[in-house]
Nanobody, 123 residues
């Protein structure tokens, strides 16, 4: 079993930056692919980014590529999402996710979800 706890969300003005963290606990964290999803009010949950267990492969929603960066520190059992040049449309609840299969995670069916952290971008 894997437990995921997000932190780092908050209010930021447009154009600003924010870094989200996801602390994981449980068996063999380093073997899991990790990712981030988000859900805005009234909209469907969407894929944001993912990273392989080794950290050598990363994947992004096309429209976010270049602004968002996912990384992980297996020694700290933590995955990060660095968000730059934030826009009001980035406002959403951001969820951390984990799965042994990175492809299953990318299509939106991860085995584990965090509780989410609110990110609000003010114009």
């Amino acid at each position: 079993q894997v437990q995921l706890v997000e932190s780092g969300g908050g209010l930021v003005q447009a154009g600003g930056s924010l870094r989200l963290s996801c602390a994981a606990s449980g068996r063999t964290f380093s073997s899991y692919a990790m990712g981030w999803f988000r859900q805005a009010p009234g909209k469907e949950r969407e894929f944001v980014a993912a990273i392989s267990w080794s950290g050598t492969s990363t994947y992004y929603k096309d429209s976010l590529k270049g602004r968002f960066t996912i990384s992980r520190d297996n020694a700290k059992n933590t995955v990060y999402l660095q968000m730059n040049s934030l826009k009001p449309e980035d406002t959403a609840v951001y969820y951390c996710a984990a799965d042994l299969d990175r492809n299953r995670l990318r299509i939106g069916n991860p085995s584990y979800w965090g509780q989410g952290t609110q990110v609000t971008v003010a114009s």
